[in-house]
């Protein structure tokens, strides 16, 4: 065994912030990032620096203690040959009041200038360094500067005493790393054997991994997914390949479903980390979300608390689900939400939504490059990827907001109320002009409302860096601008400027057509991305929308169920919109003889809430007519905005060997078409109504469009593809098991079209 010892790497930042970080979590200074890399203000301070001075100067120092070593690197901002000595210059921006900074203010930006002057003198044996802190406002250039000299001898006790405070946790993390990859060597797949399909996607994932590219996979449902990926990134990371993976999802029901395989190579001896994010609102202890010391006591202090509660979760637990962050939270009086992001940055895998990566408004940020080459994206139910990135990729404004804001703060903050009006006053010339033509669709950025509202942004960051309390309003227009600016950056041919106009509000979009660009940009870095789902078809589609390169893989696995376990009938009735009303009673009989031959559970899809509770009622009508037809079944329908409670409830009605049937009439694409398993009896059959096209509208209309000039196919990438795929979903609920069968009913016509029966899988087809 080798008696060299382990080495962490870690960045100057990220380890003077776990030492020096203090106080409490503010919502306001936040949403601002008060003092931040900000990289315009940098480079406008570099441009002023002298021929002999250098900037963005990499810098490193491996630092022993304990047995370890501790790589330290980071680029200085600055490193000036001022007359008596050599200047570490560290820059820090802000758009809140400079005067209100003293040298004292921020031990943390000194203890990474301090880092830096040390690195520096160690190299080139200086005896002493002049550091020096310069903040920078960001609107108005103005400086505030402070500088001390420092001997070597006090820099080197100060790196041994920020080293000294790290060890704890550094001494975890090794001990960890040995025990993992010790129980990843030894682990094996988790069940006795792999199912039909399994092996070839599980190798189809390590490969993929292995070479650093992406994989698109179409694997069945049943087939075991979930342990298929997760697996083989596991032995991914015992091989060294990875440091860590992110399991993405779009729903509770796929998160739970990672954290019971998880769970399963645990329970076989796994020692892995495993973090759970759940949602800030979902997983807050207090009545009301919001993140100031004043209003919460777990945002009090939470930085003077939070090293202790991470080495204490993490040196007792592995797979840290929502309960136990809660329970730990609890204990350490710590922001649960906070608590789990922190976690995420030490864990070896971590559950997440899509948005932690994908979204530039919440993605982590704390992730440099060197960790992102050692991290693959797992992406569960990836055909939901591509709706979720336009509206992750888009933006808006609505009049409303500046309105009611400009009368908000007239009187109170002359600055802040001008910028609102100058933006509500855009607004109200906008729909002047625009009384005509209700909808406007343009191809232009609207750089006026861009430069107004980046205006507005910096009033209200000179408020919220002020410490005052402010309204929810104005946080939340304040965000919204934010984003708007932010998407403004990215804005070209894939986007559309959209205006619409109604009777009490008016509304401007900046609206991502085809978001592939911009998950690309999200998702660079990253070694492997692995795109998976049992409705990834056509699977040339989702490459184009998910941003697939020349390299990458794509994987389709049969179906690991008996042809005869699945009977699938087609009846040709139109459900096209203007023959709905004529559609209701041939489908309330269809359901009736279905449930009458056929006894049992029933799940009953619709591709819009009016649809749905249209045959519902005409269904009940004609059922409850024939007495002795109601006392056999029930009928359950799904509601607009259901609880976790009320879906909890409505699927605990399907329970199987009952004497009553049970019909659950739902719409494609909601909470009960996807990630819901009822094996066995508890669910008999599945009737899809209607092929589940999107509705009609300005936006879809746009996207078809804008494919149609690109050459390809705009009706389907608009409409068809993203309808079929929740078809898919919807009948994908039936077949769960090696022993379950059922009956698949599709209703529409266009389902004995040519172009849509393709769409179908090879086992719907018959």
């Not at 943390?108 to 044996?125: L, N, P, R």
């Not at 002795?628 to 607009?640: C, F, P, S």
Request: with cysteine.
């Amino acid at each position: 065994m080798s008696d060299k010892p382990s080495t962490i790497a870690i960045s100057v930042r990220h380890l003077v912030e776990y030492v020096y970080l203090s106080g409490s979590i503010d919502v306001k200074l936040n949403a601002v990032d008060a003092l931040h890399e900000g990289t315009k203000a940098h480079q406008r301070i570099q441009q002023q620096y002298g021929e002999l001075d250098r900037k963005e100067v990499y810098l490193k120092a491996d630092i022993e203690a304990e047995g370890l070593v501790i790589a330290v690197d980071g680029r200085c901002d600055g490193l000036l040959a001022t007359e008596h000595a050599i200047t570490i210059d560290e820059i820090k921006s802000t758009s809140g009041d400079l005067d209100l900074i003293t040298e004292h203010s921020y031990p943390v930006h000194w203890a990474q200038a301090m880092f830096y002057a040390y690195m520096y003198a160690k190299d080139e044996q200086m005896p002493q360094m002049r550091v020096q802190l310069t903040y920078v406002h960001t609107q108005t250039d103005r400086l505030q500067q402070f500088h001390r000299m420092v001997s070597f001898e006090e820099l080197e006790r100060f790196v041994e005493d920020v080293v000294q405070r790290y060890i704890p946790y550094a001494a975890l993390r090794v001990r960890h790393a040995a025990e993992r990859d010790a129980s990843i060597e030894s682990l094996a797949f988790p069940f006795g054997t792999y199912r039909a399909g399994q092996r070839k996607l599980a190798g189809a994932v390590y490969k993929s991994i292995n070479e650093g590219v992406r994989l698109f996979a179409r694997a069945p449902t049943g087939i075991g997914k979930t342990i298929s990926t997760t697996f083989p990134a596991v032995k991914a990371i015992g091989a060294g390949m990875l440091q860590r993976f992110y399991y993405l999802t779009a729903r509770t029901t796929t998160r739970k479903a990672a954290e019971d395989a998880l769970l399963l190579m645990d329970e076989q001896g796994l020692r892995m980390h495993t973090v759970t994010i759940t949602a800030k609102d979902k997983i807050c202890f207090q009545d009301e979300v919001r993140c100031e010391k004043e209003h919460c006591p777990f945002a009090d202090g939470y930085y003077d608390r939070i090293n202790g509660a991470v080495l204490d979760i993490l040196a007792n637990e592995t797979i840290i689900t929502r309960s136990i962050i809660e329970r730990y939270a609890q204990i350490h009086r710590v922001c649960p939400f906070e608590f789990s992001l922190d976690l995420a940055y030490a864990a070896d895998a971590v559950i997440c939504d899509y948005n932690y990566i994908f979204d530039p408004r919440i993605s982590f940020k704390r992730q440099y490059n060197e960790q992102k080459r050692k991290t693959a994206l797992l992406v569960d139910e990836a055909h939901n990827l591509v709706d979720r990135a336009r509206e992750m990729y888009s933006a808006e404004l609505v009049k409303s907001a500046f309105l009611a804001l400009q009368r908000e703060l007239k009187g109170t903050d002359q600055a802040g109320y001008k910028a609102a009006k100058a933006v509500n006053d855009y607004f109200i010339a906008l729909r002047k002009g625009s009384e005509d033509s209700p909808q406007l669709v343009e191809k232009l950025l609207p750089a006026e409302l861009v430069a107004l509202v980046e205006t507005f942004a910096a009033a209200m960051e000179r408020l919220l860096a002020g410490g005052q309390s402010v309204s929810e309003l104005l946080l939340d227009t304040y965000f919204a601008a934010q984003n708007f600016i932010r998407t403004a950056k990215h804005y070209d041919d894939k986007y559309v400027t959209l205006t619409e106009l109604t009777k009490n509000e008016l509304r401007v979009k900046l609206f991502c057509l085809d978001p592939s660009e911009m998950l690309q940009l999200m998702g660079k870095g990253y070694r492997s991305h692995i795109y998976f789902s049992a409705t990834l078809s056509p699977v040339s589609y989702y490459m184009d929308m998910l941003g697939a390169g020349e390299k990458d893989y794509t994987l389709a696995v049969a179906s690991p169920f008996d042809k005869e376990q699945l009977e699938v009938i087609v009846k040709p009735v139109s459900t096209r919109y203007q023959d709905r009303d004529d559609s209701y009673a041939p489908i309330a009989r269809q359901l009736a003889q279905l449930v009458t031959e056929k006894p049992g559970n029933y799940f009953v899809f619709f591709p819009s809430y009016a649809y749905m509770n249209a045959v519902h009622q005409t269904f009940m009508e004609s059922w409850t007519m024939r007495e002795e037809d109601e006392k056999k079944a029930e009928v359950l329908l799904q509601q607009r905005d259901m609880s976790e409670e009320e879906r909890d409830q409505f699927l605990d009605s399907f329970q199987g060997g009952k004497e009553r049937s049970l019909i659950g009439f739902a719409v494609m694409g909601g909470v009960f078409s996807e990630g819901v398993d009822l094996a066995g009896d508890r669910l008999v059959g599945v009737v899809v109504v209607g092929v589940g096209l999107p509705q009609l509208g300005l936006e879809r209309n746009m996207i078809r469009d804008y494919f149609n000039e690109q050459g390809k196919s705009g009706y389907d990438y608009a409409y068809v593809f993203p309808g079929m795929n929740k078809v898919l979903q919807a009948g994908g609920r039936l077949i769960r098991s090696e022993t379950d069968s059922g009956t698949l009913m599709l209703i529409d016509d266009r389902y004995m079209q040519p172009h849509y029966n393709r769409l179908l899988p090879e086992e719907w087809r018959r």
